[in-house]
């Protein structure tokens, strides 16, 4: 993808919801700039899919802002996508759930979340559309409070190791911008972060190491990328503790 092409999708993507300021706007550049340079490990095929994710995102997004009330919400994604890239930890498939990981439970632009899911389970298949899901939180307060052990319990190892690790990903990142929250949920963010982090740290470790007994783990991949994970996290959340 040459320079002006990706001016190009980053235009189109603040067109969905327009920064207010310049250095939002360069932010911006520079995370689709990041993430589609990363994306030239892929085939021609898996580039033009994290492109249409990013495009997806930035759709379902639309007219969303942080809490901060000018940052446009799709750059957290993004942030989410280029986080798992700096660690080292970017896979095709981990890329397309970070920079699509919110828009189900957002339920964006009048669209409910099946429709998003047969959405997105057409343009990037079963795996994608499921492990999004899998970090999705329900809307029914009964069924939110089991998220975590939905989270932990997914029977598919290697879906349950992936969404684990894309979830610490999009936490790390929210828990650098805690302040921006009200003090009461940032209290109870904090709360549920130091409670539930750690279990699933133990999980995707445990589910790791089954995945290399049973020979489907990468000779490359880090079995202990938990403890990493949980350092980042403790790192984003030091300032506010």
Known sequence: MEKQDIALLVNEVNSFTPCSINRDYEKLSDLITRIINFSL?????????????????????????????????IIHPLETAVFGIEIGRATYRKLIVAALHDVVE?????RNRTII?????????????????IITKHRHPAREA????????????????????????DRIKNAETFDVFPKEKRRLK????????????????????????????????????????????????????
């Open 41 to 73: 490990h892929f085939t021609k095929v898996q580039q033009k899919k994290i492109i249409a994710a990013i495009r997806m995102s930035a759709e379902l997004h639309r007219g969303q802002y942080r809490l901060d009330k000018t940052t446009p919400y």
């Open 106 to 110: 957002d339920e964006n632009n009048g």
């Open 117 to 133: 899911r047969k959405q997105i389970r057409k343009a990037f298949g079963y795996a994608c559309s499921e492990e999004v899901a």
């Open 190 to 241: 904090i709360e549920e972060t130091m409670r539930e982090f750690p279990i699933l740290a133990s999980e995707l470790t445990k589910t790791l190491t089954i995945l290399e007994k049973k020979g489907k783990l990468s000779k490359k991949a880090d079995k202990f990328v938990a403890v990493k994970l949980l350092d980042y996290l403790s790192k984003a959340m030091a300032p506010h503790l």
């Open 146 to 169: 089991r998220f975590y052990i939905n989270l932990r319990e997914t029977k598919n190892l290697i879906h349950r190791a992936e969404a684990i690790e894309v979830k610490f990903w």
